[in-house]
């Protein structure tokens, strides 16, 4: 009601009425210069004066005699302020808080919409009511193409494939994409608008080392990267490529970040396996080459010093060490060229359809004599109906010794090593998971152990795990390698059903 107030005292400070004029003369001295259209009316709506900048507005002489319904028609709806029901008693209008909108088509002016302000008013016993119109036509136009844009803006952002989210220069989250919902497992919008981003994608209670967001705030640039949403429902296994845009205002400032992640988890493993396979190709024909190279020559060393060392005997005990160091060596270069070329040429396989348990048993079984030895305790858990898979039973059991070995090697004082496997029915995958309590390697040296001739072992040869892991595949499956210095490791195994 303020606005109607300082109309109010806008008339008394004109001189207001004279005491005991009637309420038609003091209509007379309404002044004409007011910058809105204005009509004073009795409790009937009649009529009683209007400033000059109504009958401009509505193309009108005079508005003396007439009733506020002539000003308006069955077309024009008079509706609550942001509100859509409409009002049909013009006197119940009154009452309505301010403004009331006056909108639709009136006589001679065409479509327009108007804020409606009134009052009802006392002067010398005779009652009456104050209006004021406000066109609000071109700002309610520009209001509802704004809001059209808004609308369209944040269609096109939730429409968007990738998931995507909006970050402030204080890191919170000013909005998030349908897609970046579900991918968070959110239920609502309102769990992730004004929280820090680090804390809802990544679950830190700090900013991220590699955050590209401050960088880009100050240079006012694009910048991407590859990376990780950890908080997804996938949790760590997908690979994104995480490209920030900003967004700038007309002074060309950055307001917010927008950042997009893209998926690329399938386009890493294409890359992956088009490198094995390049790999397997090269390294066919490398191990070949060296086979042949190297194995002869090195079995003409081994039988001309296994000849020394019979003519020898006890003779001369440094030239009979040195004899034998030369077979050792020899048979380890033999080991060394076998494993390459196991690593390297492709095994024939013999597939059948079988249950894995009894093979998992089995595996076990041939460690329990080194795991007792080493005080390491052996647990399996085997959930019953478990389908069968495609297998070549002598293959996988290989695969299957590595790894188990590899968890021996790292519990050289006593641990535990736990067998557990579970059917994935909704990914269709037997998933086969091997942890140990191991010493563990830290999260760096995770991307290498698939590396053939990496090893972290003093004696190793850096191909029992590639060679493990090469069976895998064979398999049409695929080996998730997981460990934390000074807390084990954990394998999983992952293969079709």
Request: proline content about 4%; charged content about 30%.
């Given at each position: 009601?303020?606005?109607?107030?300082?109309?109010?005292?806008?008339?008394?400070?004109?001189?207001?009425?004279?005491?005991?004029s009637?309420?038609?003369?003091?209509?007379?001295?309404?002044?004409?210069?007011?910058?809105?259209?204005?009509?004073?009316?009795?409790?009937?709506?009649?009529?009683?004066a209007?400033?000059?900048?109504?009958?401009?507005?509505?193309?009108?002489?005079?508005?003396?005699?007439?009733?506020?319904?002539?000003?308006?028609t069955?077309e024009?709806?008079?509706?609550?302020?942001?509100?859509?029901e409409?009002?049909?008693?013009?006197?119940?209008?009154?009452d309505?808080?301010?403004?009331?909108?006056?909108?639709?088509?009136?006589p001679?002016?065409?479509?327009?919409?108007?804020h409606?302000?009134?009052?009802k008013i006392?002067?010398?016993?005779?009652?009456?009511v104050?209006?004021?119109?406000?066109?609000v036509?071109?700002?309610?136009g520009?209001?509802?193409?704004?809001?059209?844009?808004?609308?369209?803006?944040?269609s096109?952002?939730?429409g968007?494939?990738?998931?995507?989210?909006?970050?402030?220069?204080n890191?919170?989250?000013?909005?998030?994409?349908?897609?970046?919902?579900?991918?968070?497992?959110?239920?609502?919008y309102?769990?992730?608008?004004?929280?820090?981003?680090?804390f809802?994608?990544?679950g830190?209670?700090?900013?991220c080392?590699?955050?590209?967001?401050?960088?880009?705030?100050?240079?006012?640039?694009?910048?991407?990267r590859?990376?990780?949403?950890?908080?997804?429902?996938?949790?760590?296994e997908?690979?994104?490529?995480?490209?920030?845009?900003?967004?700038?205002?007309?002074?060309?400032?950055?307001?917010?970040m927008?950042?997009?992640?893209?998926?690329?988890?399938?386009?890493?493993?294409?890359?992956?396996?088009?490198?094995?396979?390049?790999?397997?190709?090269?390294?066919?024909?490398?191990?070949?080459?060296?086979?042949?190279?190297v194995?002869?020559?090195?079995?003409?060393?081994?039988?001309?010093?296994?000849?020394?060392?019979?003519?020898?005997?006890?003779?001369?005990?440094d030239?009979?060490e040195?004899?034998?160091?030369i077979?050792?060596?020899?048979q380890?270069?033999?080991r060394?060229?076998?494993?390459?070329?196991?690593?390297?040429?492709?095994?024939?396989?013999?597939?059948e359809?079988q249950?894995?348990g009894?093979?998992?048993?089995?595996?076990?079984?041939?460690?329990?004599?080194?795991a007792?030895?080493?005080?390491?305790?052996?647990?399996?858990?085997?959930?019953?109906?478990?389908p069968?898979?495609?297998?070549?039973?002598?293959?996988f059991?290989?695969?299957y010794?590595n790894?188990?070995?590899?968890?021996?090697?790292?519990?050289?004082?006593?641990?535990?090593?736990e067998?557990?496997v579970?059917?994935?029915?909704?990914?269709?995958?037997?998933?086969?998971l091997?942890?140990?309590?191991g010493?563990?390697?830290s999260?760096e040296?995770?991307?290498?152990?698939?590396?053939?001739?990496?090893?972290?072992?003093k004696?190793?040869l850096?191909?029992?795990?590639?060679?493990?892991?090469?069976?895998i595949r064979?398999?049409?499956?695929?080996?998730?390698?997981?460990?934390c210095r000074?807390?084990?490791?954990e394998v999983?195994?992952?293969?079709?059903?």
């Open positions: 009601m303020s606005f109607l107030d300082d109309i109010w005292d806008w008339f008394k400070e004109e001189g207001g009425p004279p005491e005991g009637p309420l038609a003369i003091f209509a007379s001295r309404i002044v004409g210069s007011f910058p809105f259209p204005l009509l004073l009316c009795d409790e009937r709506l009649s009529i009683l209007v400033n000059r900048l109504f009958n401009r507005t509505f193309m009108m002489k005079g508005g003396d005699g007439k009733n506020l319904a002539d000003v308006l069955h024009v709806k008079i509706v609550r302020h942001k509100q859509e409409p009002i049909t008693d013009l006197n119940a209008m009154l309505q808080r301010n403004p009331k909108v006056l909108s639709g088509l009136f001679k002016i065409g479509q327009k919409t108007f409606l302000y009134s009052r006392s002067v010398a016993g005779e009652k009456g104050l209006l004021v119109l406000q066109d036509t071109e700002m309610r520009l209001e509802e193409m704004i809001d059209r844009s808004r609308y369209e803006l944040l096109i952002f939730d968007v494939e990738d998931p995507m989210v909006l970050i402030d220069k890191m919170r989250i000013r909005r998030i994409n349908r897609r970046m919902l579900t991918v968070l497992g959110g239920r609502s309102r769990d992730f608008v004004g929280k820090a981003c680090y809802k994608l990544h830190l209670n700090e900013p080392s590699a955050c590209m967001v401050p960088e880009s705030f100050r240079t006012g640039e694009k910048r991407e590859t990376g990780l949403l950890e908080k997804s429902l996938k949790g760590d997908s690979t994104y490529q995480i490209i920030c845009y900003p967004i700038k205002d007309n002074k060309g400032e950055a307001t917010s927008a950042e997009c992640y893209r998926d690329m988890t399938e386009v890493v493993k294409i890359r992956e396996e088009l490198y094995e396979s390049e790999r397997s190709r090269v390294m066919e024909s490398f191990a070949a080459g060296v086979a042949h190279e194995r002869n020559p090195l079995a003409v060393i081994q039988s001309n010093a296994q000849l020394c060392l019979d003519q020898v005997g006890e003779k001369d005990n030239l009979k040195g004899l034998e160091a077979i050792k060596s020899v380890t270069a033999n060394v060229i076998k494993g390459l070329m196991n690593f390297a040429r492709p095994q024939e396989v013999e597939f359809r249950s894995v009894p093979i998992l048993k089995e595996g076990l079984d041939l460690i329990k004599g080194r007792r030895k080493q005080s390491v305790g052996l647990k399996i858990l085997i959930l019953s109906r478990l069968k898979i495609i297998v070549d039973k002598k293959r059991l290989q695969a010794l790894f188990l070995l590899n968890s021996l090697d790292a519990m050289p004082k006593g641990g535990k090593i067998v557990s579970k059917n994935n029915r909704k990914e269709k995958k037997m998933e086969i091997i942890k140990d309590t010493e563990g390697i999260e040296i995770i991307p290498r152990v698939f590396q053939p001739f990496y090893s972290t072992k004696e190793g850096g191909l029992g795990l590639p060679i493990a892991e090469g069976i064979s398999h049409g499956g695929e080996v998730v390698f997981k460990s000074g807390k084990g490791c999983r195994i992952e293969l079709p059903v």
